[in-house]
């Protein structure tokens, strides 16, 4: 047990992260006693989520520490049997329904800032605040977690969610499931998603959006994000329909062709630039790409051609015609989920299936 008893919410809540530090303590590269270790540093009670979730039964149930070895000089810590290696070298650190403190939360910010092979944090239905959360931002900049899941924590201001997604994030992964994001946070979500340069995987599922217009925006200029699931929100086919100019390929006048080569030769010119040198980068200029229709000589803009799923599953689309106007004009690569949506016939079902094949889940 930690120095400070046995770990209470009420009273663990009160203590202010900031005052948990690491000097002095002594990492030795297993996951469960540095956890242990820091909190003993600072009086922390261990909370329940840091006991180790399975041990060899041959293995006494003993830990040495950086503090706890010089008060028990006697106790040595037995050798790591090769069953027990990848649990305690961890690769991803799983909460589910459990509450967490803002104090406990900065002992696990130390721990993988010194464990880099744990970059995958789930904080699941933990009734997260916004102090928890700010702390979480924080390690999602610093490069200490690139896959964050901390669906079901509801209640939360919108810019808690959508500080997830400010450009220097270095996540790659975020879910947000029924979280109670609605469109006002939707919009910060998408005013940062524009600019964010790393995530490639956005879930979104279960929450209520009466548009997703500032989604629409973002994936106009976003070439990032591959995976977007908007499952179970409440959207209807109008709804989605801002969706048909922002992606896909459309008309481009031949007029505007020698200009936009130009932006496209400068574009490329900053990109080598930036290759070649340690100073900080220049901003690169977003330009779409444009092709040429061999067979009418005509000119098209392709507009975001990195998404590759879309997850429409469980909304009220009664309506495939937006859809399908994407599904025209986007790659074979290109996914769309429709199952379980609202005035779709068996007819319906069964022709669209037939014109794209394995490409709609229906």
């Not at 209470?8 to 002095?24: H, L, N």
């Not at 039964?57 to 040495?64: D, Y």
């Not at 744990?118 to 390690?139: A, G, Q, T, W, Y």
Request: net charge negative.
């Amino acid at each position: 047990m930690a120095e400070g008893g046995f770990w209470e919410y009420g009273k663990c809540a009160e203590r202010d992260p900031g005052s948990v530090v690491e000097a002095g303590v002594e990492y030795t590269g297993d996951f469960w006693t540095d956890v242990l270790t820091v909190s003993e540093a600072n009086k922390l009670p261990l909370h329940p989520c840091f006991r180790m979730p399975r041990r060899n039964p041959q293995t006494p149930a003993v830990r040495e520490t950086s503090l706890s070895r010089s008060k028990t000089p006697n106790v040595t810590h037995p050798p790591v049997p090769p069953a027990e290696e990848e649990v305690r070298r961890l690769t991803n650190f799983s909460l589910h329904s459990q509450r967490l403190d803002a104090a406990t939360l900065k002992v696990l910010e130390f721990v993988i800032s010194h464990h880099d092979t744990c970059r995958s944090l789930k904080f699941d239905n933990c009734m997260l605040e916004e102090k928890c959360m700010h702390l979480i931002v924080s390690m999602a900049e610093r490069g200490l977690v690139t896959s964050l899941s901390v669906d079901w924590n509801v209640g939360l201001p919108g810019a808690s969610y959508a500080g997830l997604l400010k450009p220097e994030s270095k996540l790659k992964r975020l879910t947000l499931r029924s979280c109670g994001i609605e469109s006002e946070a939707l919009g910060a979500i998408g005013q940062f998603l524009v600019s964010n340069a790393t995530l490639t995987v956005l879930d979104l599922y279960g929450n209520n959006f009466t548009s997703i217009e500032p989604l629409a925006k973002a994936l106009a200029v976003n070439r990032v994000l591959e995976h977007l699931n908007i499952a179970k929100s409440g959207l209807t086919h109008e709804q989605i329909d801002c969706l048909v100019p922002i992606m896909g390929k459309h008309p481009f006048p031949s007029e505007k062709v020698d200009e936009h080569r130009k932006l496209e030769k400068e574009r490329d010119t900053i990109k080598t630039r930036n290759s070649k040198t340690k100073k900080a980068p220049e901003p690169v200029p977003f330009v779409d790409e444009i092709e040429q229709n061999p067979e009418t000589a005509g000119w098209m803009v392709v507009k975001n051609n990195v998404l590759m799923t879309l997850n429409l599953s469980m909304n009220r689309i009664g309506s495939a015609a937006g859809l399908e106007s994407i599904m025209q004009s986007t790659k074979q690569e290109f996914l769309v989920f429709l199952a379980l949506n609202e005035g779709f016939g068996e007819e319906e079902k069964a022709r669209l299936q037939m014109a794209y094949g394995d490409r709609l889940y229906l």
